[in-house]
Nanobody, 124 residues
Framework: QVQLVESGGGLVQAGGPLRLTCTASGRPFSSYAMGWFRQAPGEERDFVAGIGRGGYGSNYGYPEKGRFTISRDDAKSAVYLQMNSLKPEDTANYYC?????????????????WGQGTQVTVSS
């Protein structure tokens, strides 16, 4: 099992950068594929980015492609989401998720473990 805690959210001006961090406890962290999802009030929890075991096989959702970068540091039991050129429509609660396996899934239902989220608000 793995426990996840997100941090780094906050209020940011449109066009600016923000980096989210997900710290994990549990072993082995390296055995989990990791993902970032986001959910705005009244909307679905949508896939943002994912990264496979060992840092291979990264995947991104369409609106985030080219602006966001996911990375991981297994020695620190951490996964990161670097967000650049933020837009107001990026405003959401961002969740870190984990699934034990090789796949980098794009569906929330594929993930077994979740953090409680961190709020990102982008102002215009």
């Amino acid at each position: 099992q793995v426990q996840l805690v997100e941090s780094g959210g906050g209020l940011v001006q449109a066009g600016g950068p923000l980096r989210l961090t997900c710290t994990a406890s549990g072993r082995p962290f390296s055995s989990y594929a990791m993902g970032w999802f986001r959910q705005a009030p009244g909307e679905e929890r949508d896939f943002v980015a994912g990264i496979g075991r060992g840092g291979y096989g990264s995947n991104y959702g369409y609106p985030e492609k080219g602006r966001f970068t996911i990375s991981r540091d297994d020695a620190k039991s951490a996964v990161y989401l670097q967000m650049n050129s933020l837009k107001p429509e990026d405003t959401a609660n961002y969740y870190c998720a984990a699934v034990r396996g090789l796949a980098v899934g794009t569906s929330a239902a594929e993930y077994d473990f979740w953090g409680q989220g961190t709020q990102v608000t982008v102002s215009s």
